[in-house]
């Protein structure tokens, strides 16, 4: 239970870190949204890699460690025996800090897919034409002339319904949080109420 707690109040945390971007950093944000995407991606496959790799590692050192467990009772120097010993202990120390690391990593990871997610889910609410030109100019950066060709539509009203979509983006995105916020707390609030009963 205590456990669950936890990851309710860290993601209370991160959701209360999110504090609701400008139009310009949403717009900014948007334009890289793609990259980012792929980036966090790729970065996860890695990681899960590396957790292959640490996972082995562990088993590694675990056989070792009864292995070198009996060796050390047959040693007579205990001089020999404190050396093994911290080795064995070292080298544990090291995997167990880098699982830390990549544990956190995938904690970041899964953080901004859950932002990317949500802004995804903000930008479905819109209206269709808001929907339209925040996933062509803003997040696909396609030219306002070619668009406008394509729409039907002036630079001007290209322009005009850009910053109204970033601006109800932005809005919704703010409510957004501010819901997932209040879920997240009712969730610890009725986890502490269970865990108390």
């Excluded at 396609?142 to 809005?171: C, P």
Aim: net charge negative; aromatic share 6%; glycine share 4%.
């Amino acid at each position: 239970m205590k456990e669950q707690d936890g990851k309710h109040r860290q993601r209370v945390e991160y959701y209360s870190e999110l504090a609701a971007m400008d139009v310009q950093e949403l717009a900014e944000y948007l334009a890289h949204l793609a990259d980012m995407e792929k980036m966090l991606h790729n970065r996860e496959n890695d990681v899960m890699h590396e957790v292959e790799s640490l996972d082995s590692a562990m088993e590694r050192n675990s056989r070792t460690r009864i292995v070198a467990g009996k060796v050390i009772d047959e040693m007579e120097s205990t001089s020999q025996k404190d050396r093994l010993y911290y080795a064995l202990m070292r080298s544990r120390q090291d995997v167990e800090e880098q699982i830390e690391e990549v544990i956190e990593e995938l904690v970041t990871i899964s953080r901004e897919k859950c932002k990317i997610t949500l802004l995804k889910k903000c930008i479905a609410k819109l209206p269709k034409k808001e929907q339209e030109i925040v996933n062509h100019i803003c997040i696909q950066g396609e030219k306002w002339q070619v668009y406008g060709k394509m729409a039907g539509l002036s630079v001007s009203t290209i322009s005009r319904i850009r910053g109204r979509a970033l601006e109800q983006l932005g809005e919704i995105f703010s409510e957004q949080l501010q819901e997932a916020r209040r879920s997240m707390m009712l969730k610890l609030m009725d986890g502490y109420s269970t865990y108390e009963e």
